[in-house]
T-cell receptor, first 110, second 113 residues
Framework: RKEVEQDPGPFNVPEGATVAFNCTYSNSASQSFFWYRQDCRKEPKLLMSVYSSGNEDGRFTAQLNRASQYISLLIRDSKLSDSATYLC???????????FGAGTTVTVRA | NAGVTQTPKFQVLKTGQSMTLQCAQDMNHEYMSWYRQDPGMGLRLIHYSVGAGITDQGEVPNGYNVSRSTTEDFPLRLLSAAPSQTSVYFCASLKGQGVGGYTFGSGTRLTVV
């Protein structure tokens, strides 16, 4: 079983729509959680950390459910520029070593 | 600040050749790591370093060596390239334990023929 699993998508949504997707992790001792964004053929960039109480950053909302071992990302009022692959990242062992999901692809169409 | 700089951006090697992928950061980050990214598999950790003079293996270390003689530089050496090492390689750095997220370099696209 992979340590971090994501629905690969793609999620194809119109501009202005809301899109949400989850990521599950296998190690209940995981400590830190992040969402990264990766554009085609580019490096991953930190989108946001995920906190236990949930958190927002503009149109992006992240949630953590420790009991069911998943994190979620919701994008409101989708923009064309939101088209990317979103990587779920979990600290499995310690704060230095992170495990990456394979990514969820989102395509926003005009 | 330049952040994390990787060179080269593209490389084609023949099977059996060796080469070094360069990574440098100018943010005085303690932690540096190398990942490879293959389609459908996510990023996998090759080697990492928690400070100058200290390195350790990640999930997929075979066929690769690293060294960390300075805080700034963390080169990755391919000892004898194999087609299975065709991948995109990312170097990343982190300021310290629990401090923010990783900063990635722009990647090196390596093809081994």
């Amino acid at each position: 079983r992979k340590e971090v699993e994501q629905d690969p998508g793609p999620f194809n949504v119109p501009e202005g729509a809301t899109v949400a997707f989850n990521c599950t992790y296998s190690n209940s001792a995981s400590q830190s959680f992040f969402w990264y964004r990766q554009d085609c053929r580019k490096e991953p960039k930190l989108l946001m950390s995920v906190y236990s109480s949930g958190n927002e950053d503009g149109r992006f909302t992240a949630q953590l459910n420790r009991a069911s071992q998943y994190i979620s990302l919701l994008i409101r009022d989708s923009k064309l520029s939101d088209s990317a692959t979103y990587l779920c990242v979990v600290n499995i062992y310690d704060d230095y070593k992170l495990s990456f999901g394979a990514g969820t692809t989102v395509t926003v169409r005009a | 600040n330049a952040g994390v700089t990787q060179t080269p951006k593209f490389q084609v090697l023949k099977t059996g050749q060796s080469m070094t992928l360069q990574c440098a950061q100018d943010m005085n980050h303690e932690y540096m790591s190398w990942y490879r990214q293959d389609p459908g598999m996510g990023l996998r950790l090759i080697h990492y370093s928690v400070g100058a003079g200290i390195t350790d293996q990640g999930e997929v270390p075979n066929g690769y060596n690293v060294s960390r003689s300075t805080t700034e530089d963390f080169p990755l050496r391919l000892l004898s390239a194999a087609p299975s090492q065709t991948s995109v390689y990312f170097c990343a750095s982190l300021k310290g334990q629990g401090v923010g997220g990783y900063t990635f370099g722009s990647g090196t696209r390596l093809t081994v023929v």
